[in-house]
Structure formats: C-alpha cells, structure tokens
Nanobody
Framework: VQLQASGGGLVQAGGSLRLSCAAS????????VSWFRQAPGKEREFVAS????????TYADSVKGRFTISRDNGKNTVHLQMNSLKPEDTAVYYC???????????????????WGQGTLVTVSS
C-alpha cells in the first residue's frame, strides 16, 4: 500500500489542524494505521493508532484528549484531528500502515513497513 500524508502547516498555539493519510489499494481496511512524529534532533515517536477491524484507538499520553484518530475505509483515508496544539507538537508527522501489527507492537515504528512522506506541523507560541 502507498501512503500520502497531507494537512500540515503553521498554526498558533491553541489552534487546530487536521492531517490526512490517503492510501492506495483495495485492502486498506486490513491495515493498522498509525501516526508518528519526529521533531528536529529527536527520535521518531508514536502519536496515535487505529486498528483495522475494531477501530480501537491508542494514543500517546502527550496527545491524549487533544488528538483524535479516525478512519474512513470507503475512502481509504485516516485522519488525525489535532486540537489545542502546543509548540511541543511541532514536528514532521508520518502515517504508517501494516497488516501484521500486533497490539503489543502498536507503538513501535519498526512494526510498520509502509510509510508516507511526512507533513510538517509548526505550532508557534
């Protein structure tokens, strides 16, 4: 599956952005899809994930209550709604997908073999 991330931009602290991850291929509904982010000089970190069948969601503690991940299998798209943005949310955001991600590996970037190109989110103070 090929992934295309979009929706990044510059926003003031407290503002909102909605990221989208569009996927090619008819079997997208079979994939676990997650968002990761990488700030300058830092390692890539897990942000949020949504399972394929149950739609169960998982969030990093740092974004819980502010970010919401959702999927539209009919449109082969996963969204990340980001509210109450903080300067520390500034990063390049990547969507990732894989069929074989077990629950215990959800937050591990190495569990995903398909990655989008990244979209930059900048939050000004």
């Amino acid at each position: 599956v090929q992934l295309q991330a979009s929706g990044g931009g510059l926003v003031q602290a407290g503002g909102s952005l909605r990221l989208s991850c569009a996927a090619s291929g008819p079997t997208f509904r079979e994939y676990v899809v997650s968002w990761f982010r990488q700030a300058p000089g830092k390692e890539r970190e897990f942000v949020a994930s949504i399972r394929r069948n149950s739609g169960h969601t998982t969030y990093a503690d740092s974004v819980k209550g502010r970010f919401t991940i959702s999927r539209d299998n009919g449109k082969n798209t996963v969204h990340l709604q980001m509210n109450s943005l903080k300067p520390e949310d500034t990063a390049v955001y990547y969507c990732a997908a894989d069929r074989g991600v077990i629950v215990s590996s959800t937050r591990n970037s190495r569990a995903y073999s398909n990655w989008g190109q990244g979209t930059l989110v900048t939050v000004s103070s």
